[in-house]
C-alpha cells in the first residue's frame, strides 16, 4: 500500500503551520536574558587608510557598553576570515589570499567594510553611539570595475596583490580549441556581462553571541545556511576556540540563495564581543547595511567564440572571462567562477574542445560569492546566448541547432571535455516537450497578433544543465575544496515508536521538515506525523555540511535514507531474536517485519519498544537502542537539466519587456514532493526573470558608491512583473544515489535569464540587434531600438 | 529620550505601556509586546513584510509611530487564527504552498485579507497589483496569487 505522505506525495508543508500564524523563531525573533545589541560603524568610503578611532563622545552617552575596534581583535589574535576553496594560477601559483579582518585595522577596501562595533542596552542606543564614533579617513583612489582593475596603473586594492589579480586560471584543452577553431566553416562570437546582483533573501541577516562563563562556551545564534561550516571556520580560523565549546543554531532562516552560506565578520565579532564584554549582543542588520555587506552575486564579463562547421555542428568553444572578487574573497568566491562555472560550458552540447581562462580580480566592491546557481547561470547564460546568435548567423532555426549538437540519451554516461561525467538525462525529450507545450509552431501567428497591437514579440529558449549535490569530496578535493561535502543524518527510534531525525542539512525555505519525513516515512513505514525532523543547531545535529548547490535531498536525503538502511538491518537482528530465527529470514515491508518461514510478524514500532525495553537481548550479539548514524559522500554530482521557453512582448513606443508567456521543462530525476518542487522552480525562475529584466547592483565606476543601495534603488521583481509560470518534471532518475534525485533549488535562476534574453532579442532581431545587455529594462531596449533605427538611416 | 505612554488594542487585547516617544509601531509589537510574527524586511517602507491592520486598513507597521496608533485597533499575524482554527487565509497559504521561508508570509497574509475586505472577487491581475507593496524573494508569486484568490473565496462563505 503506497504511503498517502510518502514518496511521490504533495504533502502540505509541516512547518507553515508556524509561518502562517507568526510563529516562527527567525534569529532576531530570539531574545535572550540580559542581551544587549551591537550596531557597526562602517566605511563610508570605498577605499582609505583609516587615521584614528575617537570612540570617547560614543562611550560617554547612555546605555553605551563598549566599542570594540580591530586594534583590540590583533590584541586578542582573532584571525582573518579564510576562505575556503584554493584556486591555483594556469602558471601553478597559488591564489591571492589577502587579510580579512572582521573588523578593519588600518585600511577600509569597501563602502560598508565594518570599521567598529558599538555595543549597547538598546538597539537605538548603539546606533546613535555608532554615529557618534569618530573616525578620521584618508581617501584612496577606489578600483570599482573589474576590467579597468587589471589596467596597469590601477589603483591596488591589497598592496600585497599586483594587478589586483587574485588568479589567473584555466580550463580545458587550449590547444585541442585551437585547433578546433582553425578547422571552422563559421565562428560566432559574442561579448556578455553577467550583471552583479544583490541576493536579497527577505529576512537581513542578525547574529547573537552568548558566553557563558560557567562552562567557558559560546553559543553563536546566526541566519546561516549551514551552521556546522561557520563553527568550524569560525573556531579553527578567526576564534581559535574548540569546536567542543562552540555552539552554533541556525533558527528558522528567512532565505538564503547563497548569500547566508558564509562566514561574515559580524558572526565572529558578535561571538567574540560576547566574552570580552561579558554581553550577551545582538545585531541585526538594516537592510541598507545589507545592500552594502551580504556577498553579492555574478559579476562576470566574458568573451565567448564558438566553431562550427558548415551543418552548424559545434567544434570547439573559447571563452575568456573577467570575474569581480570585491574587495575579500568571501568564504567559497574562488570556486565559483572556476570549478563551478568552467565546468559546466559543454551544457547540453556534444563540443568536442573547450577552453576557458578566468581573471579573478579584486575590486574596491563588497565580496562576490555564490548566489543561486553560483557559476552555472553564468555558463548558461554565455552559452544559450552565443547559441542563439549562432542559429541566426548559421540561418538555422533555433531548435535545429540545438538539436544537431544534443548529447543523445544513448550516449550516457557522457563524459564531457571539461571533465563533468553527466549520468543521465534525455535532452531532446525535454526540448519536444518543451516546445510542444510552449506551441512553438504556433508562434509565428502570436507574433503577428501582438504586431497589430503595436508590440514586438520574440520566443527564446534555453537548454541548461547543472552540475549539483556538491559533491564527490575527493573530486572536490582534488580541485581545491578545503573541507569535505558529505553529509550526515542521525535517524533516532524513541521506545513508543516516534522517530527524531537529525540532518546535517538546513532549511531556509525547502521544506525540509516535510520532504525528508516523506523519505522516511516511506523507507520505515512510520506514519509520517510521528517523524520529527531536526536541523540547524550544531549541539543536537550531527557534523553537516549544510545546504547550498541543491544538495540537500541528493545529499541529505540520501544520508538518511543510509542511516534508515542501518536502522533496518539492526531491527532485522531484533526481530529475529524475538521471533526466536535469524535475521536473514526477516523480510521488511511497510514497517513490518516477518519471519518468511512462521509468517509471524512484528512493527517496526515493536522492535523500537524492544530495544528499549531489552529484558532478554543477547547482550554479546545485540546492543539495545535503535539509533543510527550515516555519513553519505556522493559518487558523483547530479546532472538536472531542462528546456525552457519563454515569449516576450516589447513595446515599441516605451521599450517595455513583458513576458507573455514561460515554459519550464525539468529534469530532476525522482521527485520527493512535486508542490515543493513546483515551488523552488517558480522562486528560480522569478529570480532569473528578475536578472534578466530588472535587477543590477550599480556602482559609480570613479567613487565605488553602491548607487542601487536600498530597495528604491534596486529593482527587485514584484508580483506585477512576473506571470504565472507552466512548469513539468520528465523524470529520468539519478543512477548513482539510492533516491534516483538530482535537486531543485538553483533550475529557475540557471535556465531563465537565458530563455528571456534570448526572447528579447529574438523581438529585436528584425532591427538588426543581435544582443543587448542584461536587466533588458524599457531604457536599455528603448535605447537599442534608438540605436537601431538610426543605424538603418544613416 | 522623551518617552510617552501609549494605549491600543491588540489582537482584541487593551495594552497600555511606556515607550520612547520614537518607537516604531513595529518595534512596539515585536520588542515591547513579543508579537514577532511581525517582521522587517526593509528600511524603505518597500518590503510589506511588517504589515499589520489598523482599525482594519493595511498598514506598514514600520512607518508609524506606536504614538499614531494610540487609541486603536491592531490586528497583527498573530490574531488571525481563532484558536487553532486557522483564518481562511492562512488555510489557502498553506494548501497552495504559498510560503517558502516563511519570512514574507505574514505581510503577505494580512495583504491578502485586506484585499479581500476589499474586494471579494479579485482577478489575478487585481491581486498582482494589490501586491505592489509586498516582497517575497522565495516563490515567484505565483502561489502567492492562487492561495490569496482562494483565500478570498473562502472568505465570502
Ligand atoms: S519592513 Fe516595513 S515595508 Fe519593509
Ligand atoms: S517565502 Fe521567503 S520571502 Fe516569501
Known amino acids: ?167 589567473d586560471w584555466e580550463w580545458g584543452d587550449k590547444a585541442k580549441t585551437d585547433e578546433a577553431f582553425k578547422n571552422a566553416a563559421h565562428v560566432t562570437k559574442l561579448k556578455v556581462i553577467n550583471n552583479r546582483l544583490v541576493p536579497n533573501a527577505i529576512e537581513p541577516r542578525a547574529a547573537i553571541g552568548e558566553y557563558d562563563r560557567a562552562s567557558d562556551r559560546y553559543t553563536l545564534y546566526t541566519t546561516t545556511q549551514n551552521p556546522h561550516v561557520i563553527r568550524l571556520l569560525m573556531g579553527a580560523f578567526v576564534l581559535h576556540v574548540p569546536e567542543s565549546k562552540l555552539r552554533v543554531v541556525a533558527p528558522d532562516v528567512g532565505g538564503g540563495f547563497g548569500s547566508k552560506i558564509f562566514h561574515y565578520a559580524e558572526e565572529a565579532v558578535v561571538t567574540w564581543a560576547a566574552k570580552k564584554t561579558g554581553q550577551t549582543i545582538k545585531w541585526t542588520c538594516d537592510r541598507s547595511e545589507s545592500f552594502v555587506t551580504d556577498a553579492h552575486g555574478r559579476d562576470h564579463t566574458t568573451e565567448a567564440e564558438l566553431a562550427m562547421d558548415k551543418n552548424g555542428k559545434f567544434l570547439g568553444l573559447r571563452v575568456h572571462t573577467i570575474a569581480s572578487m570585491g574587495a575579500y574573497l568571501s568564504t567559497f568566491a574562488s570556486s565559483v567562477p572556476t570549478y563551478l562555472y568552467a565546468t559546466l560550458l559543454a551544457g547540453q552540447y556534444s563540443t568536442p574542445a573547450i577552453y576557458a581562462n578566468v581573471k579573478a580580480v579584486f575590486t574596491n566592491t563588497v565580496p562576490v560569492d555564490a548566489y543561486r546557481g553560483a557559476g552555472r547561470p553564468e555558463a548558461c547564460y554565455i552559452l544559450e546566448r552565443i547559441v542563439e546568435n549562432a542559429a541566426r548567423e548559421m540561418k538555422l532555426d533555433k531548435t535545429e541547432i540545438r538539436r544537431r549538437n544534443l548529447v543523445p540519451a544513448a550516449a550516457m554516461p557522457y563524459m564531457t571535455p571539461v571533465a563533468l561525467q553527466y549520468d543521465s538525462g534525455n535532452f531532446a525529450h525535454n526540448l519536444d516537450v518543451g516546445l510542444k507545450a510552449a506551441d512553438y509552431a504556433g508562434f509565428a501567428k502570436r507574433k503577428e497578433a501582438s504586431a497589430k497591437q503595436g508590440k514586438l514579440r520574440g520566443i527564446g529558449l534555453s537548454t541548461y544543465i547543472e552540475a549539483c549535490g556538491i559533491a564527490p569530496s575527493a573530486v572536490a578535493g582534488a580541485l581545491g575544496a578545503r573541507a569535505g561535502l558529505y553529509e550526515a543524518a542521525e535517524v533516532r527510534f524513541h521506545p513508543t515508536g516516534t522517530v527524531t531525525v537529525f540532518t546535517g542539512s538546513h532549511s531556509h525555505g525547502q521544506g525540509h521538515e516535510t520532504t525528508f519525513a516523506q523519505v522516511v516515512a516511506t523507507k520505515l513505514g512510520v506514519p509520517f506525523e510521528n517523524i520529527e525532523i531536526v536541523h540547524g543547531d550544531t549541539d543536537r545535529i550531527p557534523f553537516g555540511m549544510g545546504t547550498y548547490g541543491s544538495r540537500s535531498i541528493a545529499v541529505g536525503g540520501v544520508a538518511i535514507v543510509e542511516a534508515c538502511e542501518k536502522i533496518i538491518t539492526k531491527s532485522k537482528k531484533i526481530a529475529a531474536h524475538v521471533l526466536q530465527t535469524t535475521a536473514d529470514k526477516i523480510d521488511f515491508e511497510d514497517g513490518v517485519f516477518k519471519d518468511k518461514a512462521s509468517n509471524k510478524t512484528m512493527t517496526i514500532a515493536e522492535v523500537a519498544f524492544t530495544a528499549y525495553v531489552p529484558h532478554n537481548f543477547p547482550h554479546d550479539t545485540l546492543e539495545p537502542g535503535l539509533d543510527e548514524q550515516a555519513f553519505y559522500d556522493p559518487k558523483n554530482f547530479t546532472y538536472p537539466n531542462g528546456c525552457y521557453v519563454c515569449e516576450v512582448e516589447i513595446a515599441q513606443d516605451t521599450g517595455e519587456v513583458s513576458i507573455a508567456s514561460f515554459y519550464a521543462v525539468d529534469d530532476f530525476g525522482k521527485v520527493i514532493n512535486p508542490m515543493i518542487v513546483e515551488g523552488q522552480v517558480h522562486g528560480g525562475l522569478g529570480q532569473g526573470i528578475g536578472q534578466a529584466l530588472l535587477e543590477h547592483c ?53 535556465g531563465a535569464p537565458a530563455a528571456v534574453m534570448n526572447a528579447v532579442v529574438d523581438a529585436l532581431s528584425n532591427l538588426g540587434i543581435n544582443h543587448i545587455e542584461m536587466p533588458a529594462t524599457s531604457q536599455n531596449v528603448w535605447q537599442a531600438m534608438q540605436g537601431a533605427t538610426k543605424k538603418a538611416a544613416d | ?73 491592531v490586528t497583527t499575524i498573530e490574531g488571525l487564527a481563532k484558536g487553532d482554527q486557522l483564518h481562511p487565509m492562512q488555510a489557502a497559504f498553506k494548501e497552495h504552498h504559498a510560503l517558502q521561508c516563511g519570512f514574507c508570509t505574514p505581510g503577505m497574509i494580512m495583504t491578502g485579507v485586506a484585499l479581500a475586505n476589499e474586494k471579494s472577487n479579485p482577478s489575478e491581475t ?31 462563505r
Open chain 1, 698 to 750: 550599480v556602482y559609480d565606476h570613479q567613487s565605488g558608491q553602491l548607487i542601487s543601495g536600498s530597495y528604491m534603488d534596486y529593482a527587485m521583481p514584484r508580483a506585477d512583473n512576473l506571470p504565472s509560470f507552466n512548469v513539468s518534471t520528465t523524470e529520468v532518475p539519478c543512477t548513482h544515489n539510492v533516491l534516483g534525485v538530482k535537486g531543485c533549488g538553483e533550475a529557475g535562476a540557471i
Open chain 1, 1 to 167: 500500500m503506497a504511503n498517502p505522505n510518502g514518496i511521490g506525495a504533495s504533502v502540505r508543508r509541516v512547518e507553515d503551520n508556524r509561518f502562517i500564524t507568526g510563529r516562527g523563531t527567525y534569529t532576531d525573533d530570539i531574545n535572550r536574558p540580559g542581551q544587549t545589541y551591537g550596531w557597526f560603524v562602517r566605511s563610508p568610503h570605498a577605499a582609505a587608510k583609516i587615521k584614528s578611532i575617537n570612540a570617547k563622545k560614543a562611550l560617554a552617552m547612555p546605555g553605551v557598553i563598549a566599542v570594540l575596534t580591530g586594534a583590540d581583535m590583533a590584541a586578542d589574535n582573532i584571525g582573518g576570515l579564510p576562505c575556503g576553496w584554493l584556486v591555483k594560477s594556469k602558471d601553478g601559483s597559488p591564489m591571492k589570499e589577502p587579510g580579512h579582518p572582521p573588523l578593519a585595522n588600518d585600511r577600509v577596501r569597501h563602502v560598508g567594510d565594518q570599521v567598529a562595533f558599538v555595543i549597547a542596552a538598546t538597539r537605538e542606543g548603539a546606533r546613535d553611539a555608532a554615529d557618534a564614533v569618530e573616525v578620521s579617513y584618508e581617501p584612496l583612489k577606489a578600483a570599482v570595475d573589474a576590467a579597468a582593475a587589471l589596467k596597469p596603473g590601477a589603483p591596488l586594492v591589497h598592496d600585497d596583490v599586483p594587478g589586483n589579480l587574485c588568479y
Open chain 2, 126 to 156: 487585481e491581486i498582482r497589483e494589490y501586491l505592489e507593496g509586498n516582497f517575497c524573494r522565495c516563490t515567484g508569486y505565483h502561489n502567492i496569487v492562487k492561495a490569496i484568490e482562494t483565500g478570498a473565496k473562502a472568505m465570502r
Open chain 2, 1 to 73: 529620550m522623551s518617552s510617552t505612554s501609549v494605549s491600543m488594542t491588540v489582537n482584541g487585547k487593551s495594552v497600555t505601556k511606556e515607550v520612547p516617544a520614537r518607537t516604531l509601531l513595529v518595534s512596539f509589537l515585536r520588542d515591547h509586546l513579543g508579537l514577532t510574527g511581525t517582521h522587517v524586511g526593509c528600511d524603505t517602507s518597500q518590503c510589506g513584510a511588517c504589515n499589520v491592520h489598523i482599525d482594519g486598513k493595511c498598514v506598514k507597521s514600520c512607518t508609524v509611530l506606536a504614538a499614531q496608533a494610540d487609541g486603536a485597533s
